[in-house]
Structure formats: C-alpha cells, structure tokens
C-alpha cells in the first residue's frame, strides 16, 4: 500500500551495528506496528504505538527498540544487530472504527540480512 | 507452538481451477479471523475479515469460510488467475482489554500457472 512507505527496502548491515528502520504513513491513523517476516513462521509483533506517547512491546521486542517522532513517523532501531535479526521487516498502521474489526495496513517490507 | 496453523504449506493448480486452504487455530478468546493475500515482495493485503458469529465471507473470488466451534477456516478460490499466485495468511484476532492483538499463520504459499 503506497499510503505505507518503509524505508530502507533492502539493507545489508555487519554484526554489532547499529541500523534503523523507517516507516512513513500519510493515512491518518494513529496505531502503528512493526512485524517481522521469517520463513516458515508468521509474522510476529515487535512493538507497537497507540499514538505518539505510546510504545508496547510485542512479543519479541528484545533487541529491538522504537521511536515514534510523529503520528505519521515509526522508527524501530536495532541497537547491536546480530545474525538472527536477518528477517524481513513490516510497518503496519490502523485506525480502528467503533464495533468493527480493524484493518491494519501493511508497507512494503524492508529486507534485512545480518552478516 | 504457532497458535494458527495453515495447510497446506504450499500448492500448485491450473489456471482456472479452484482451490481451498485451511486454517485451524487455537487462539482464546477469539474475537475475528481474516485471511490476507501476500504477494512476492509486498506487504500483506487484507481480503476478508470474520467475527466469530459470521459463517461465509465473500470478496470476489475469494469466499472464505468459518467455524468457530471447530476453529477451522477455509479459503476457496474460485476459477483461479496468475495474479493469484501469493501467500495467503491466517490471521486470528484475540480479544485483550485493549486492542485485538492479531497471532499469524505462516501461510500457503499458492504458484498457479498457466
């Protein structure tokens, strides 16, 4: 979806280094979301921001960590990457209506490998 | 243990045939299901979405089913295209005090060719 834009879309990085990962939206919503993508499994919460002084963790947040600049900005930063890091990367944001399940709208994934 | 589990993991069909794929899950308390189209590169697209007291969902050729009480769902394609070559995914919402949180399959990845 356009309205969802990761930045980088691909990115080769080295052990120990710190990298970070950039998720624009101009959709509107407030909640915003960042998953990754491993062969084999589905995809799985890291952290996620209700609005702009909101930050959950998700599942696997260790070794992860977010920054939420704007309604429309969601940085996830990874302090000191290591090899199992290497995954693909998903932005996701939603803005739930009253009594209706909520659609969340994915970018296009940003693919890292951690050598 | 993934509480989503698709099968089968990977299929081939006919340009024009149909297909099903399934999904059980395990997640509690169940709130929605939604099954979401993956194309290669590109990030997941919603196509149906269910609660829990809706049995069919329809969106073009794609009609996805559900049983709550067996928590099995199932997508059908319907006279398939190229353009339906992607991953589906299994997606189960479950009811927090807060938000649904949404848990994952992993996906049939469905090649149709010509």
């Not at chain 2, 045939?17 to 590109?42: A, E, H, I, M």
């Not at chain 2, 319907?78 to 996906?107: M, N, R």
Request: net charge positive; hydrophobic share 30%; with cysteine.
């Amino acid at each position: 979806d356009a309205d969802v834009t990761q930045t980088p879309r691909n990115r080769i990085t080295k052990t120990g280094k710190r990298i970070m990962l950039e998720c624009s939206q101009t959709k509107g919503h407030d909640r915003m979301y960042w998953y990754r993508q491993d062969p084999g499994l589905g995809l799985r919460l890291i952290y996620y921001s209700f609005d702009v002084k909101d930050i959950n963790k998700g599942e696997i947040s260790d070794g992860y960590s977010v920054s939420r600049q704007a309604q429309a900005k969601f940085s996830l930063s990874l302090e000191s990457a290591i090899p199992n890091q290497t995954a693909l990367y998903f932005c996701a944001t939603s803005d739930p209506p009253l009594g209706v399940p909520e659609t969340q709208y994915f970018g296009p994934g940003t693919r890292l490998l951690v050598l | 243990k993934n509480q989503v589990e698709q099968s089968p993991q990977s299929l081939i069909i006919l340009e024009g045939k149909n297909c099903t794929l399934q999904c059980n899950y395990t997640v509690s308390p169940f709130s929605n299901l939604r099954w979401y189209k993956q194309d290669t590169g590109r990030g997941p697209v919603s196509l149906t979405i269910m609660t829990f007291s809706e049995n069919t969902k329809s969106n073009g050729r794609y009609t996805a089913t559900l049983d709550a009480d067996t928590k099995q769902s199932s997508l059908h394609i319907t006279a398939s295209q190229l353009s339906d070559s992607a991953s589906y995914i299994c997606v189960v919402s479950v009811t927090t005090d807060s938000w649904g949180k949404l848990q994952f399959g992993a996906g049939t990845q469905v090649v149709v060719t010509p």
